[in-house]
Each structure stands twice: as structure tokens, then as C-alpha cells.
């Protein structure tokens, strides 16, 4: 067993779409970033990463390279899961928190766990989306932006 963590975070931008763990979430912004900036799914796949010894994001798609200008981040995560099968990992569970003020993200977890866990060949049962506020302290609690922390454990099969 291994185990990995990620942390990511990303400041709300006008004209963008709110893309948090692979769902479009109603909101006046969205995320700057190179790819959608969706920091759930950036979180999730360090954590990934980390476990299997294997670098970061950045590492993987620099966010200088034009070929992932505006990409969608499950498609990144996708190949970070292939990244590990080939290396003959099995991931076992991800536990993830998004951290914001608003918008509120109960209503979509489920949403987000089924998507996540889809595009990692998981049972639903194995990937934790929660969250938390700041209570108002700091660029989170003053809604500037939006972070996420996960943590991945997986194993050789």
C-alpha cells in the first residue's frame, strides 16, 4: 500500500465556466488556470501521482505547454489512472475536501463522486467528496478562490 496527497488551488476569474470535480457548478466565475482549473480534480490527480512516486501535475502537463490550454481535467485524469495500471497499481480509495466559502458544494457531490470515480474505474464507495469553509478568514473565506486537498492510497495488485 501507498499512500499519496495533493493540494491544489485557484483563483475565480470572470468569464469562465465553474468546473469543480469534473461538474460545471452554477456561479457568476469560474477557475483561472491553463487547463479549466478545476482544483478537485488537480488535488485528485497529485495524490495519484505522489502514491506511485511519479512527480506532480506539473511534471505530467506543464501548465506552460500549449497542447493543455483549456483542457478538461478528467481527461488528465484519466491518464494519470492509465499511468498507474501500467506501472501495476490498483487504486484503493481517494479522500478529497474542497475548500471555499461559496458556492455551497453539498448539492453536488454525488454528482462529483460519480464522475470521479467513472474516470478511475471505481465503485462510487470508493471516493470521499466533502468540504469545508474558512469561516470567512483568509483569500478562501474572502471568496477569492477555491483550493482542494486529497489523499489516494493505492496498491500493487
Do not use: W
Amino acid at each position: 500500500m501507498r499512500i499519496g496527497t495533493g493540494y491544489d488551488v485557484h483563483k475565480f476569474v470572470e468569464g469562465r465556466p465553474l468546473i469543480i470535480g469534473g461538474i460545471k457548478i452554477e456561479h457568476p466565475m469560474g477557475m483561472e488556470g491553463h487547463s479549466d482549473g478545476d482544483p478537485l480534480t488537480h488535488a485528485i490527480i497529485d495524490s495519484l501521482l505522489g502514491a506511485a512516486a511519479l512527480g506532480d501535475i506539473g511534471l505530467h502537463f506543464p501548465p506552460g505547454d500549449p497542447l493543455y490550454k483549456g483542457s478538461d481535467s478528467l481527461i488528465l485524469l484519466e491518464h494519470v489512472y492509465e499511468l498507474l495500471v501500467a506501472r501495476g497499481y490498483k487504486i484503493v480509495n481517494i479522500d478529497s475536501t474542497i475548500i471555499c466559502q461559496s458556492p455551497k458544494m453539498s448539492p453536488y457531490f454525488n454528482r462529483m463522486r460519480e464522475t470521479l470515480a467513472a474516470r478511475l474505474h471505481l465503485d462510487v464507495d470508493a471516493v470521499s467528496v466533502k468540504a469545508t469553509t474558512t469561516e470567512k478568514l483568509g483569500y478562501l473565506g474572502r471568496g477569492e478562490a477555491i483550493a482542494a486537498e486529497a489523499v489516494a492510497l493505492i496498491s500493487r495488485d
